[in-house]
């Protein structure tokens, strides 16, 4: 079983436990804040669209989809067709964890003890949350104390649970017990919401942003290329293949996109196809390089109303932070070079989850860890990757045409991003804006911070 689905889950079975349980959505909500909103909900919703997307009916053997009726009146509900959370966590325990797959299952952990009390106080469910933490993890038991402990001077982090400060100091305790944190940073499910101009209904805008000093800038830049994220994770991009198309301009390309919970399987219970219009810019052209930039949006548009996706479009960020001109005749200094990967995200669907529980299925399928799977994915690789190249152009080259593109036109479609490209709008600008209207519409989270704190020692 992959373990997408797995981490599909644990947050499903917490999502459902949270209706039930009032003090839980309390506890959960310092992880995942959406539920701080009451009635908040997303798991059932889920199930029942999966089903009704099927191309035939019975594609799914092992449940149906009917009408969930309210906790009130029986708790009849949709069987689960992903694992529980014993079955779950015994699924890490056969296979392991590494890299952001390892962060993501230790924060699913933290939240599931919030939701089911056996985690915290013993029997089944916390025994298999031992032997998974075991996998990685000599000191599993500890490890789960500080994960389930719900005071916020915990192993000496001083923070509630749930924040950037407490991820840091879980963090921390990774690096003391000498623990791979490779793919660790940032904390996952990180969200912000906005409202999309022009999109009837919500959908959930999400934003990451993090800095590292554990790759260099031009291995970084390789992992932006999508053909390279399966590379990264097989498991949930099926299929990310470049389309050339002479129409596009320079910097601009296609790609077929399949996403699913499981590519070993074409039943899995989650799969979505489209195809995607990427465009690729290196800022500023003058020495180097500074920043990296792709930007991305459905290619056909408007997509047609049975599409399961109505709305792909984001940005994937990376910049260098102590960037300086070489000096004349000069070099640069040896090291690695610190810098900052920003993720953005919209995605909406073709069913009416509320932009809430839309940013939970994107947490739960790990959506937005591109950025971090990247990072986590170069490291471990390092310059031997022979991937696919980033295809950057230049800013002031960009968007130009070629082939038989006529001079004006951006080969997208009218009014998209690609055109508003082409009138000169600065990507690198763009895209920093973008995340910072996320955070100031959302309000900053629970922290009440769109800031990054920095981790102890670091």
Not at 203 to 225: Q, S, V
Not at 243 to 271: M, T
Request: charged share 25%; with cysteine.
């Amino acid at each position: 079983m992959p373990g997408t689905e797995a981490i599909v889950g644990i947050f499903g079975e917490v999502d459902r436990a949270v209706q039930l349980d009032p003090l839980a959505r309390l506890r959960v909500s310092q992880f995942l804040p959406e539920y701080q909103t009451p009635g908040v909900r997303w798991y059932d919703d889920f199930l029942k669209w999966l089903a009704e997307t099927r191309a035939e009916p019975g594609d799914f053997p092992r449940w149906v989809a009917e009408t969930r009726e309210e906790p009130s009146s029986g708790e009849a509900r949709l069987p689960g067709p992903f694992p529980n959370v014993t079955e779950a966590l015994d699924t890490f325990t056969e296979n392991g964890a590494e890299g952001r797959e390892r962060a993501r299952l230790t924060f699913a952990i933290a939240v599931a003890a919030r939701a089911f009390p056996q985690v915290r106080e013993g029997g089944p469910l916390r025994e298999g949350a031992v032997r998974a933490l075991g996998t990685f993890a000599d000191d599993a038991e500890e490890l789960l104390e500080l994960l389930s402990d719900e005071r916020p001077s915990g192993f000496g982090i001083g923070q509630a649970p749930g924040t950037s400060y407490w991820w840091n100091g879980v963090v921390n305790f990774f690096e003391e017990k000498g623990i791979d944190t490779t793919g660790m940073e940032p904390k996952p499910c990180t969200a912000r919401l906005v409202t999309v101009p022009g999109i009837d209904g919500p959908a959930a805008a999400l934003r990451t942003e993090f800095d590292t000093k554990t790759l260099d800038f031009e291995t970084a830049t390789n992992f932006m290329e999508p053909e390279n994220w399966r590379t990264c994770r097989r498991d949930f991009w099926c299929c990310m293949e470049r389309e050339p198309d002479p129409k596009l301009g320079r910097g601009q390309w296609r790609y077929h996109e399949i996403v699913s919970s499981n590519c070993d399987d074409v039943r899995a219970l989650f799969r979505a196809e489209t195809r995607l219009l990427f465009n690729f810019m290196w800022i500023p052209t003058e020495g180097e390089a500074q920043a990296a930039v792709a930007n991305y949006e459905l290619a056909e548009q408007p997509p047609r109303r049975n599409d399961l996706i109505q709305v792909d479009e984001g940005s994937l960020l990376v910049s260098r932070l102590d960037w300086r001109p070489k000096p004349v005749g000069g070099a640069n200094v040896a090291g690695r070079e610190r810098l900052r990967i920003t993720t953005t995200k919209r995605i909406k669907f073709n069913y009416p989850f509320s932009s809430y529980a839309l940013a939970l299925i994107v947490c739960a399928l790990g959506w937005l860890d591109t950025g971090a799977q990247l990072v986590a994915c170069a490291a471990k690789m390092g310059t031997g990757f022979t991937g696919t190249p980033f295809p950057g152009e230049p800013a002031t080259e960009a968007m130009k045409p070629r082939g038989e593109r006529a001079a004006g036109s951006s080969g997208g479609p009218p009014g998209s991003l690609i055109d508003l490209c082409q009138e000169g709008v600065d990507i690198w600008a763009r895209a920093l804006r973008e995340g910072a209207a996320a955070l100031e519409l959302h309000g900053g989270g629970p922290e009440g911070s769109a800031q990054t704190q920095p981790r102890s020692g670091s």
